[in-house]
Structure formats: C-alpha cells, structure tokens
C-alpha cells in the first residue's frame, strides 16, 4: 500500500550525539552543548534532520546522565538552559529538530523526589518511587536481578523498606502507579516541547508499567495505557517524533506502540537483530558467532511486519552497542568497504535510519587492555561479577573489547590533532589511538570516503520516494554470505546485493533480477547475467522500471 500521507520523520535520518563524546568547547574534557553548536554546519552537510541528544539534564552522571536529578535543569559541565535555546534555534535554522532523552522509568538517587522520599515513610514523594518491606527472613522481596548486575533492591537503613531499580541502586524506579507522578512528568514533558524541541527518545519505555511483586519488569499490564495517557496530556495535537527504547519489543507489540490507530509513539527501537548475536544465557559477554541467515530473517521479519501499518526505526549502533563496522563489518582489512556497504544496506530499508556519532567515519571499537581505561558502570560492575565468580580477567576483557558500551563512548575524531581535536584538556575517556587515521577532516578530504557515502545516502532519502515508502522482498533468503532485497514504489524498484564476507563471493541472481539496473547512488550500470562475483564487502545496486 502507498502511503498517502506522510509524517515529516518518515523521510528524515536522525543522527545520535552522545554530548559527552562529541566536542569539547573549553577544554575540561567533556564534550558540552557549545561544543555542539560548533559542529551543526557538519551536520548539515551530512544532511540529516533530527539529533537525537543523549541525557544533557543535571545528573551526578553514575550512568552519563542516564539517572537525573532535575528534569528542568541543563547539568552545568554541558551548559546552560540558554545554551540548549541557542542550540534548539540554531539547529532549526539549519533544518535540524532535537530529540531529547526522556528517561522516566527511573530518577537519579540524588532527584529532590528520592531524597525526599527516603527521608521518611510519610514523605509527599514516598509512593514516587517502589518501596517494599524485606522477606520474612529479611532478605530481598524477591530474586529480580537489575541489568547492571546484582539484585534490583537496595535497603534503605532509615526507613527499613527496600527500593527498586532496574539499573544501578543509584538509578531508584519511579512508581508510574501513582497519578501525581504521572502529571509530574507530563508537566515536565510540555515544558520541553513548549521550548521548541521536535520530540523525545524514551528511554527503555517497556519497563515503566513494571509490577514487581508479580516478577513483571517489562511490558506490565498498564504499559500502553500509560503511553496513551502520556499520548493525550503532551504529544497530541503537536508535530513530533517520539522513539521508544523497548528491548522486549516484537513486531507484534511494535504496532502497539506505533499502529496508526494508535495514539502512542511514532517508532521503537527493537533489538531483536542484536540479541540474535548474544548468547542465551550469558548474554552480550559471550557472543556467538556472527550468522547473517539470523540477521537477515530478524530484519526482514521486522520489514514485513511493519510495511502497511506502524514504523521501522533503522539502526545498527548506538551509545550501548558496539561499532558497527567492528561488529558486522571487518574494522581491519575492509574498514572502508564494509562501512559502506553496511550503510547502503540499512539506509535503503524501509524505515527511520539513525546514524550514531563516528559511524559516518567508520570508527571502530577501541582496544582497551585494561580495566582501568573503562569508564562504563555497566562494565565496570559486570567485571566485579566476573572476578567475584572466578572467572578469568583476559576473558572479561575481550567480551568488553568486543561488546561493551565504552567502544562507542570514546571521542569523536573530529582530526589528527591530540586527542582526535575532540578537547585541549585531557578526555574523560581516551580516544581511540586510530584517530590518527580514522577522522572528519581525513574523510571530508576523500571523496571515496565512508563520509561522502552517508552524504549521498541521507541525501537519496530527501529525493527518491521509494526510499521512503517502497515494499522490502527479500531474495536469496538462506545465502549465508549475501543480503539481497529489492523495495518496489508503483512500477519502479531498488535492488540491494550486498556481500558480508571479505572473500569473493559468486552467487546465482534470481531469473526476476536479471538484466539491466540504471545506477543509484554512484554505482556504475549493472548488466545481471544468470551469475554474479562480489568482491569483498561489495554492494550491488540499481534502479529499474520493475515491480515486485
Ligand atoms: O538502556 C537500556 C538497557 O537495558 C541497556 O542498559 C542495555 O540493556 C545494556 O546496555 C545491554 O547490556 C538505556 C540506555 O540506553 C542506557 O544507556 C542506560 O544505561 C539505561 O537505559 C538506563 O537508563
Ligand atoms: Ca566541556
């Protein structure tokens, strides 16, 4: 079905900036909002119209900002309220509309709220947060495990009752069960779009409705009435996007969230294509080995699902995840063909496509070998486990290296100068030594680059409709090697043959694809005969008059 009527963020890309990676303006180490403003002209140029702006909000920053103290106020190391004005102004000047992150299922432990409420049962705030009394034998209520590791209660000696946390004891659960609550932040909510901002990425949204004496954490029972009440006191009536983080999503409950006949958000981000790749048990610290088969029948299951009602988002990284080139591509050899080619794959999908900060440079995961370099809480604590539990260190360290959240936390190299040009001063966390080689001024320098390609990817989005609004078909399904897929507009198509491998790779093209493709992006004419060779990492593309 073609969509008659489009949302503005059906056709935009939305770009990532983790603040306190991306540019440093006086010096401390930490990137900040100035810093920001500086860089809106790149962004301009790559061409995309969102920045999704990780937490910029007062926090002790025990999770970089990801637990906040004050929703109303800027956390003095990235700025100040005029400088997020300034930033909202300039960027729209340019075309730009900024997301924040909206992190409502949890405060940070210092939040007036928590202090309040942890002063005394009787506090205003108390029912704001998840208080339990002990287990008869005074241990926990029960055995849920926070994702950071270690249980998801922490006993408050004042008061004699445990708190709730999902993520660290410093990151207390709200209690979304009570109405004051609720009206608290969608007071907090209008202030913030009432400032101009084009919308919000909902931190793990699924776990809100949570209902803990029933072992819930995600997706509770009052989930979406929560989100349709959420819907109705901030969003309706108002043109903006809104992304909800749900690691529980399924393509069934997506459309929950983003069917059209719901009044609910405009996307998920779901991670079904990451977890494929983690192991049952011990999760992203033993990955399995790479299978594209899996890969591709995630995201082709999700391009279906979702084609006439609801919305992909597109992603292959982001602030918790690895690389992208390290993680599906090959950072060594290939670095530049295989960023490309995972580029021209997921930007042609059907969907919202996000870029996180350094992706459109190829930046790679950053080979720490030692703890001490670390600065991600999650890693930190998960090392702690480790060692508690006997494991050996080294294995820790490579599970790390391969998919802990710091690989994408280290600056952004913005040029060869010390510490990638990100800061003068020190970095809160060294930048990848491959700077020298990998950064902005480099790729904009090469018109081969991994930069040039995004550019003329997010621009093809802006022109070609079939981008936006085509039919996904897979092709070559079971090929462990190649990820095929055309997307059909009326009685034009795109044609996608990508190579995941670093080896030559010959394949037999499918009868309906044969013939000739005009060229999209800069490819050259392709002429398709009964069989074709790729060349590692290779991407075939084209357009035609053809429907499927
Ligand atoms: O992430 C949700 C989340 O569950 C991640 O912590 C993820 O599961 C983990 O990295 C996988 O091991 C969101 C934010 O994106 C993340 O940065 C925050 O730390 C977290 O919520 C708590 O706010
Ligand atoms: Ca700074």
């Given at each position: 079905m073609t969509q008659t009527t489009r949302h503005w963020w059906q056709s935009a890309t939305v770009y990532q900036i983790y603040p306190r990676s991306f540019a440093d303006s006086n010096g401390d180490g930490i990137g900040d909002i100035p810093g920001i403003i500086g860089k809106l002209d790149y962004l301009r140029e790559l061409g995309i119209g969102v920045i999704w702006l990780s937490p910029i909000c007062a926090s002790p920053m025990r999770d970089n900002g990801y637990d906040i103290a004050d929703y109303q106020a800027i956390a003095p190391m990235f700025g100040t309220l005029d400088d997020f004005d300034r930033l909202v102004a300039e960027a729209k000047a340019r075309g730009i509309g900024i997301l924040l992150d909206l992190v409502v299922n949890h405060t940070s432990d210092q939040h007036r709220w928590f202090l309040d409420a942890r002063s005394s049962r009787e506090s205003r705030y108390r029912d704001y947060y998840v208080w339990r009394d002990p287990a008869p034998d005074g241990g926990l209520p029960n055995d849920i495990q926070s994702t950071f590791g270690g249980p998801a209660w922490t006993l408050d000696p004042v008061t004699g009752q445990y708190w709730f946390h999902q993520f660290a004891p410093e990151q207390p659960d709200l209690n979304w069960g009570n109405p004051e609550l609720r009206a608290d932040i969608y007071r907090m909510m209008n202030w913030w779009l009432d400032r101009g901002i084009a919308g919000f990425r909902m931190d793990v949204i699924n776990l809100i409705a949570k209902e803990p004496d029933r072992g819930i954490t995600a997706d509770g029972p009052k989930l979406h009435d929560y989100i349709q009440e959420m819907h109705r006191e901030t969003l309706a009536g108002r043109d903006v996007m809104t992304v909800g983080e749900s690691w529980s999503a399924t393509p069934a409950t997506a459309l929950l969230y983003s069917g059209r006949d719901r009044a609910e958000l405009s996307m998920v981000f779901q991670f079904e294509h990451v977890m494929q790749q983690w192991h049952e048990t011990w999760g992203k610290w033993q990955p399995k080995p790479f299978d594209l088969v899996a890969l591709k029948r995630v995201i082709g299951r999700w391009q279906t699902a979702l084609a006439d009602d609801g919305w992909n988002s597109l992603f292959w990284g982001n602030h918790d995840l690895p690389r992208a080139v390290s993680k599906y591509g090959d950072d060594k050899r290939y670095r530049v063909e295989s960023a490309r080619m995972l580029a021209t794959v997921l930007h042609l999908l059907k969907g919202t496509p996000y870029v996180y900060?350094?992706?459109?440079?190829?930046?790679?995961?950053?080979?720490?070998?030692?703890?001490?370099?670390?600065?991600?809480?999650?890693?930190?604590?998960?090392?702690?486990?480790?060692?508690?539990?006997?494991?050996?260190?080294?294995?820790?360290?490579?599970?790390?290296?391969?998919?802990?959240?710091?690989?994408?936390?280290?600056?952004?190299?913005?040029?060869?100068?010390?510490?990638?040009?990100?800061?003068?001063?020190?970095?809160?966390?060294?930048?990848?030594?491959?700077?020298?080689?990998?950064?902005?001024?480099?790729?904009?320098?090469?018109?081969?680059?991994?930069?040039?390609?995004?550019?003329?990817?997010?621009?093809?989005?802006?022109?070609?409709?079939?981008?936006?609004?085509?039919?996904?078909?897979?092709?070559?399904?079971?090929?462990?090697?190649?990820?095929?897929?055309?997307?059909?507009?009326?009685?034009?198509?795109?044609?996608?043959?990508?190579?995941?491998?670093?080896?030559?790779?010959?394949?037999?093209?499918?009868?309906?694809?044969?013939?000739?493709?005009?060229?999209?992006?800069?490819?050259?004419?392709?002429?398709?005969?009964?069989?074709?060779?790729?060349?590692?990492?290779?991407?075939?593309?084209?357009?035609?008059?053809?429907?499927?």
């Amino acid at each position: 079905m073609t969509q008659t009527t489009r949302h503005w963020w059906q056709s935009a890309t939305v770009y990532q900036i983790y603040p306190r990676s991306f540019a440093d303006s006086n010096g401390d180490g930490i990137g900040d909002i100035p810093g920001i403003i500086g860089k809106l002209d790149y962004l301009r140029e790559l061409g995309i119209g969102v920045i999704w702006l990780s937490p910029i909000c007062a926090s002790p920053m025990r999770d970089n900002g990801y637990d906040i103290a004050d929703y109303q106020a800027i956390a003095p190391m990235f700025g100040t309220l005029d400088d997020f004005d300034r930033l909202v102004a300039e960027a729209k000047a340019r075309g730009i509309g900024i997301l924040l992150d909206l992190v409502v299922n949890h405060t940070s432990d210092q939040h007036r709220w928590f202090l309040d409420a942890r002063s005394s049962r009787e506090s205003r705030y108390r029912d704001y947060y998840v208080w339990r009394d002990p287990a008869p034998d005074g241990g926990l209520p029960n055995d849920i495990q926070s994702t950071f590791g270690g249980p998801a209660w922490t006993l408050d000696p004042v008061t004699g009752q445990y708190w709730f946390h999902q993520f660290a004891p410093e990151q207390p659960d709200l209690n979304w069960g009570n109405p004051e609550l609720r009206a608290d932040i969608y007071r907090m909510m209008n202030w913030w779009l009432d400032r101009g901002i084009a919308g919000f990425r909902m931190d793990v949204i699924n776990l809100i409705a949570k209902e803990p004496d029933r072992g819930i954490t995600a997706d509770g029972p009052k989930l979406h009435d929560y989100i349709q009440e959420m819907h109705r006191e901030t969003l309706a009536g108002r043109d903006v996007m809104t992304v909800g983080e749900s690691w529980s999503a399924t393509p069934a409950t997506a459309l929950l969230y983003s069917g059209r006949d719901r009044a609910e958000l405009s996307m998920v981000f779901q991670f079904e294509h990451v977890m494929q790749q983690w192991h049952e048990t011990w999760g992203k610290w033993q990955p399995k080995p790479f299978d594209l088969v899996a890969l591709k029948r995630v995201i082709g299951r999700w391009q279906t699902a979702l084609a006439d009602d609801g919305w992909n988002s597109l992603f292959w990284g982001n602030h918790d995840l690895p690389r992208a080139v390290s993680k599906y591509g090959d950072d060594k050899r290939y670095r530049v063909e295989s960023a490309r080619m995972l580029a021209t794959v997921l930007h042609l999908l059907k969907g919202t496509p996000y870029v996180y900060q350094g992706e459109e440079i190829g930046m790679t995961n950053v080979p720490f070998s030692s703890i001490e370099q670390y600065r991600d809480i999650e890693t930190l604590n998960m090392h702690r486990l480790h060692l508690e539990a006997g494991l050996p260190e080294a294995d820790f360290i490579t599970g790390a290296n391969e998919n802990g959240r710091d690989n994408s936390r280290t600056p952004m190299q913005w040029n060869d100068a010390a510490h990638a040009g990100f800061t003068t001063g020190t970095p809160w966390i060294e930048a990848n030594p491959n700077y020298e080689r990998i950064n902005v001024a480099a790729a904009e320098a090469d018109p081969e680059s991994i930069l040039a390609h995004y550019r003329r990817l997010i621009a093809l989005r802006r022109t070609l409709p079939l981008v936006i609004d085509g039919r996904y078909t897979p092709w070559l399904e079971a090929h462990p090697e190649v990820f095929a897929y055309t997307r059909t507009l009326g009685t034009q198509s795109l044609l996608v043959i990508a190579n995941f491998t670093a080896r030559d790779v010959t394949i037999d093209i499918p009868a309906a694809l044969r013939g000739d493709w005009q060229p999209l992006l800069d490819a050259a004419p392709a002429l398709l005969r009964e069989r074709a060779t790729l060349a590692p990492f290779e991407v075939i593309t084209g357009l035609a008059d053809r429907s499927f």
